[in-house]
């Protein structure tokens, strides 16, 4: 593939935007589809980065002008991609902790109009001793940084910004008005501040989607390194699939300059949609099948793809089971459903199915109950939902754990020991039967714990029964036999 680069000149543009985050995600999210846009002539604002933590990456992006390579890999719209590009929309990198002074100066400038974010779920939440002086929480930073934005420009409405939150949480931009609300009560500001919190700044909900993986191994990087012809420290990998879904009206791409036109940019006065498709069909498919993948031998998601038994499971689970029961307008389930399997098909990205199980059962509750709910809405009088079953039959057999000495509790399968990261491993490990006759009880007894599932999953007709016969079969014959056995539901 051709590298390419924006040789032109850079222009003179004004600092536009101030970003919370020097991560790879953004990098390949927020920064580079800034990129695309100041290269289009659609937009003529650059990114200031702030650094949350000591990572270096401020120091590595100024070292590097701000510049940094953009990989993307994968299939897309039928085709294979494998590009460089060259990002050019940073103009540089601040440490929160060192640079907090210059921080505040860029809230001073006339010419901001958009603060975006991603510090991690965990990020999203105040610090008890946080000073304004030298706040350390995000929400705290941001507090401070929009008081100061507040008081130098006495409150005017040019002082108007957008702030974009990025982080994996439902209503994140409610969520941190919020905070910083209280973080302003905390520190007893003044009551207008509050005020113009809640009426100058726009705190959006958002929704963002694409994979981002780690950099590939060394022998594959020294070839993508030969292909660019020098060596970039922030190289870094994306797919080609990009979804960024922004609750607002039509006016927020007049207000935000970069969002319109461009690919995988929504805005709409409700993102809930997009919301319940990414978490129902990518990550609770990904919940679901990662489970039978693993029985079955499999130690990526591409592996899982690229195996007849459990691919065609897969594609079933979403088309058949949890597809048509999503309460989202019926046109855009397939569609979205195609994206989903072309991503997971993915032959550049090594995505470890073991490292996905991580806090399974927790994701169980919030990706899986809620479709079964649906399910037995739409069709309550129907024959159970057979994948989803097998499912919930094999992350049982995964839960199905042992101590060793190292303290971590394992699953044994495939003459191989896995470990289980879950809260409720050791619930698991004391919980299954040391006979096989006591197992149909011991479904039982799970699926209606309504701690572990907000319902008792033993109300919904023939599930405990289905879990039950894909369990045993799991264990007397094996996960294909039990893969050949679900068939797909005669729905009416």
């Given at each position: 593939m051709i590298f390419s680069s924006n040789n032109q000149e850079e222009r003179n543009v004004a600092e536009k935007i101030l970003q919370f985050g020097t991560g790879r995600f953004l990098r390949a999210f927020a920064d580079c589809l800034v990129d695309e846009a100041r290269k289009s002539r659609a937009y003529d604002g650059r990114i200031v980065m702030v650094a949350s933590t000591p990572s270096g990456r401020a120091e590595l992006l100024n070292d590097q002008k701000g510049r940094y390579t953009l990989w993307t890999r994968g299939r897309w719209k039928g085709e294979l991609i494998d590009e460089f590009h060259s990002v050019t929309s940073v103009s540089r990198a601040l440490s929160a902790s060192h640079h907090w002074d210059e921080v505040l100066a860029v809230a001073k400038s006339p010419h901001l109009e958009t603060i975006l974010s991603n510090t991690t779920e965990i990020g999203l939440s105040l610090q008890n001793n946080d000073l304004q002086s030298s706040p350390q929480s995000f929400p705290g930073r941001l507090c401070a940084l929009l008081y100061t934005r507040a008081e130098f420009f006495d409150y005017a409405n040019s002082s108007r910004v957008t702030v974009l939150p990025c982080e994996l949480i439902d209503n994140n931009g409610d969520l941190l008005r919020d905070l910083v609300i209280e973080q302003a009560q905390r520190w007893s500001l003044e009551a207008r501040f509050a005020d113009w919190l809640q009426h100058s700044i726009l705190f959006c909900n958002t929704l963002v989607d694409r994979i981002v993986p780690g950099l590939p191994g060394k022998t594959e990087l020294e070839v993508a390194y030969s292909r660019l012809g020098y060596k970039d420290e922030l190289l870094t990998v994306c797919e080609p699939y990009r979804?960024?879904?922004?609750?607002?009206?039509?006016?927020?791409?007049?207000?935000?300059?970069?969002?319109?036109?461009?690919?995988?940019?929504?805005?709409?006065?409700?993102?809930?949609?997009?919301?319940?498709?990414?978490?129902?069909?990518?990550?609770?498919?990904?919940?679901?099948?990662?489970?039978?993948?693993?029985?079955?031998?499999?130690?990526?998601?591409?592996?899982?793809?690229?195996?007849?038994?459990?691919?065609?499971?897969?594609?079933?689970?979403?088309?058949?089971?949890?597809?048509?029961?999503?309460?989202?307008?019926?046109?855009?389930?397939?569609?979205?459903?195609?994206?989903?399997?072309?991503?997971?098909?993915?032959?550049?990205?090594?995505?470890?199915?073991?490292?996905?199980?991580?806090?399974?059962?927790?994701?169980?509750?919030?990706?899986?109950?809620?479709?079964?709910?649906?399910?037995?809405?739409?069709?309550?009088?129907?024959?159970?939902?057979?994948?989803?079953?097998?499912?919930?039959?094999?992350?049982?057999?995964?839960?199905?754990?042992?101590?060793?000495?190292?303290?971590?509790?394992?699953?044994?399968?495939?003459?191989?020991?896995?470990?289980?990261?879950?809260?409720?491993?050791?619930?698991?490990?004391?919980?299954?039967?040391?006979?096989?006759?006591?197992?149909?009880?011991?479904?039982?007894?799970?699926?209606?714990?309504?701690?572990?599932?907000?319902?008792?999953?033993?109300?919904?007709?023939?599930?405990?029964?289905?879990?039950?016969?894909?369990?045993?079969?799991?264990?007397n014959h094996g996960i294909e036999a039990a893969l050949s056995g679900t068939q797909r539901p005669q729905l009416r």
């Open positions: 979804l960024w879904a922004i609750q607002g009206d039509e006016t927020l791409h007049d207000k935000l300059g970069f969002s319109k036109g461009a690919d995988g940019v929504v805005i709409a006065p409700d993102i809930s949609p997009y919301r319940t498709r990414k978490i129902r069909l990518l990550n609770g498919g990904h919940t679901l099948s990662v489970p039978v993948g693993l029985l079955a031998g499999c130690e990526t998601v591409l592996d899982s793809m690229t195996h007849p038994a459990v691919s065609k499971f897969i594609e079933s689970l979403l088309r058949d089971e949890i597809g048509p029961v999503l309460p989202v307008d019926p046109a855009t389930v397939a569609p979205y459903i195609d994206k989903v399997l072309q991503r997971w098909q993915n032959p550049y990205m090594h995505h470890r199915l073991i490292d996905i199980t991580l806090q399974t059962t927790t994701k169980l509750r919030h990706r899986a109950v809620p479709t079964l709910v649906n399910y037995y809405e739409m069709y309550p009088a129907g024959p159970a939902p057979g994948h989803i079953a097998l499912g919930f039959a094999a992350w049982l057999r995964f839960m199905r754990g042992f101590s060793e000495s190292d303290g971590t509790i394992y699953s044994r399968f495939q003459d191989t020991l896995h470990p289980i990261h879950d809260d409720h491993a050791e619930q698991f490990r004391d919980w299954w039967p040391v006979e096989d006759r006591l197992i149909p009880g011991f479904v039982q007894e799970v699926l209606s714990d309504q701690s572990l599932w907000g319902i008792s999953l033993n109300d919904l007709p023939r599930f405990t029964g289905a879990v039950q016969t894909s369990l045993q079969m799991i264990l």
